[in-house]
């Protein structure tokens, strides 16, 4: 499967496979960048222009995050420069975004506090399925 900015999706959902799975959403994925990014003045990012960026992103959520945010960035033919896993407090990450520590995965609804921009990827609505353990197989 080729993935792009456009079609980040991650692996089938860890749960045995006697459990049918269940999508329940494709939600749209944006990008919290430093208020004073050089990217600042666009309406949408690519992904590959954040390539040197550091990155805070979640640890293995057994879903096939964040595994494959780096499948689409070796698709757009880079590997983040920097990626520190980050788990914790959305507040406290955001902090950290607008003193310029990094960039991170965000949904489209995030609330962004002062001196942290979102912006789109290009070709949204990016997506990361969400999904749910929907019954036994047969």
């Not at 980040?8 to 799975?21: F, N, Y």
């Not at 329940?24 to 309406?43: N, V």
């Not at 310029?100 to 921009?117: E, S, W, Y």
Request: charged share 15%; net charge neutral.
């Amino acid at each position: 499967m080729s993935h792009s900015a456009s079609t980040i999706r991650g692996e089938p959902c860890a749960w045995p496979p006697s459990l049918a799975q269940l999508g329940i959403a494709t939600e749209p994925l944006f990008i919290a960048m430093p208020a004073g990014h050089r990217l600042r003045h666009r309406l949408e990012v690519r992904l590959a222009e954040l390539a040197d960026d550091r990155w805070f992103l979640a640890p293995d959520n057994g879903a096939g995050w964040p595994a494959a945010l780096h499948q689409a960035c070796a698709a757009d033919g880079f590997t983040p420069a920097a990626v520190h896993e980050y788990l914790g407090d959305h507040q406290q990450l955001q902090l950290m975004v607008a003193q310029g520590m990094g960039v991170t995965v965000v949904h489209a609804t995030v609330r962004a506090i002062p001196g942290v921009l979102v912006k789109p990827l290009v070709g949204s609505p990016s997506g990361a399925a969400t999904c749910s353990p929907g019954g036994r197989t047969p």
